[in-house]
T-cell receptor, first 111, second 113 residues
Framework: DQQVKQNSPSLSVQEGRISILNCDYT??????FLWYKKYPAEGPTFLIS?????DKNEDGRFTVFLNKSAKHLSLHIVPSQPGDSAVYFC??????????FGQGTTLQVKP | ETGVTQTPRHLVMGMTNKKSLKCEQH?????MYWYKQSAKKPLELMFV???????ENNSVPSRFSPECPNSSHLFLHLHTLQPEDSALYLC????????????FGPGTRLTVL
């Protein structure tokens, strides 16, 4: 059973609007969450993270929200830009250091 | 050169071939990872090395054999692969204890004929 789930395989938004990417997890012991962005033919690059002691972390146009009671986190991108078009993965570190990834959501931002 | 590099970027091999994937990190990290990304599946961890010792082997078939000669280099030796092993193989590194962030290489796109 997948511990980290991204239920929307794709999302399309207009340039300038908000993009909201969602991620659900099953283990309430997870205490740190990361978002990665991946362009075709490149490896994932770290985008933003949040600790479970917070419910919001903001970095420029990117904000991650954490709802621990719902075991849900979301990534907000505002305003969205065409260069944001990529695959976005949420990930959780296990106690052995490995990252457990969601399936990814492909974001397309239309000019 | 900085970051995490992987060679080759693309590899096509037959089922009887032996090949190796190489990963090199120039970040001073002491943990390195191999991940596999198949189409429409999440990234799957294959192996973890910390301080050049394998600390995790995620039930990977023996036709995949990792090697970590030092903290900067990681290899994945491939032998008698199957077509379903065709995937993107990603290497990553991290510095445990200071950050949970992992830095990824660009990946090797492997096709097994």
């Amino acid at each position: 059973d997948q511990q980290v789930k991204q239920n929307s395989p794709s999302l399309s938004v207009q340039e300038g609007r908000i993009s909201i990417l969602n991620c659900d997890y099953t283990n309430s012991m997870f205490d740190y969450f990361l978002w990665y962005k991946k362009y075709p033919a490149e490896g994932p690059t770290f985008l933003i993270s949040i600790s479970s002691i917070k419910d919001k972390n903001e970095d420029g146009r990117f904000t991650v929200f954490l709802n621990k009671s719902a075991k849900h986190l979301s990534l907000h991108i505002v305003p969205s830009q065409p260069g944001d078009s990529a695959v976005y993965f949420c990930a959780v570190p296990s106690n052995t250091g490995k990252l457990i990834f969601g399936q990814g959501t492909t974001l397309q931002v239309k000019p | 050169e900085t970051g995490v590099t992987q060679t080759p970027r693309h590899l096509v091999m037959g089922m009887t071939n032996k090949k190796s994937l190489k990963c090199e990190q120039h970040l001073g990290h002491n943990a390195m990872y191999w991940y596999k990304q198949s189409a429409k599946k999440p990234l799957e961890l294959m192996f973890v090395y910390s301080l050049e010792e394998r600390v995790e082997n995620n039930s990977v078939p023996s036709r995949f054999s990792p090697e970590c000669p030092n903290s900067s280099h990681l290899f994945l030796h491939l032998h008698t692969l199957q077509p379903e092993d065709s995937a993107l193989y990603l290497c990553a590194s991290s510095q445990p204890g200071t950050s949970r962030e992992q830095f990824f290489g660009p990946g090797t796109r492997l096709t097994v004929l």
